[in-house]
């Protein structure tokens, strides 16, 4: 069984970082591809990015390409989400994913298991 994670959400002026965390604490096999999605308030949840199982290849939302890196370690079943240059539309409860399939999806339905969420709040 899978069990996501995440940390690292805060309140954080706008053009500052953060760097999200996802544990899977419960996997038993995998890795898995995994990604992460975010819900603004009053907006659907919608995809950021999707990192390969290996880690080397990854695909990035043109909403925030340029500023958000997706990145994982695997010996520590832990992936990243390096958020740079943060704006006030960031603002967000931002889910990491997993998928037990074979496609890096920017589909909600693609994926499995999900974590609770961790808030980001950009204040500008």
């Known amino acids: 069984q899978v069990q996501l994670v995440e940390s690292g959400g805060g309140l954080v002026q706008a053009g500052g970082s953060l760097r999200l965390s996802c544990v899977d604490s419960?996997?038993?096999?995998?890795?898995?591809?995994m990604a992460w999605f975010r819900q603004g308030p009053g907006k659907e949840r919608e995809f950021v990015a999707v990192i390969s199982r290996t880690g080397d290849v990854t695909n990035t939302a043109g909403s925030v390409k340029g500023r958000f890196t997706i990145s994982r370690d695997n010996a520590k079943n832990t992936m990243y989400l390096q958020m740079n240059s943060l704006k006030s539309e960031d603002t967000a409860v931002y889910y990491c994913?997993?998928?037990?399939?074979?496609?890096?999806?920017?589909?909600?339905?693609?994926?499995?298991?999900w974590g609770q969420g961790t808030q980001v709040t950009v204040s500008s």
């Open positions: 419960g996997r038993r096999s995998g890795p898995y591809i």
């Open positions: 994913a997993a998928s037990s399939g074979d496609t890096m999806g920017l589909a909600m339905s693609g994926y499995d298991y």
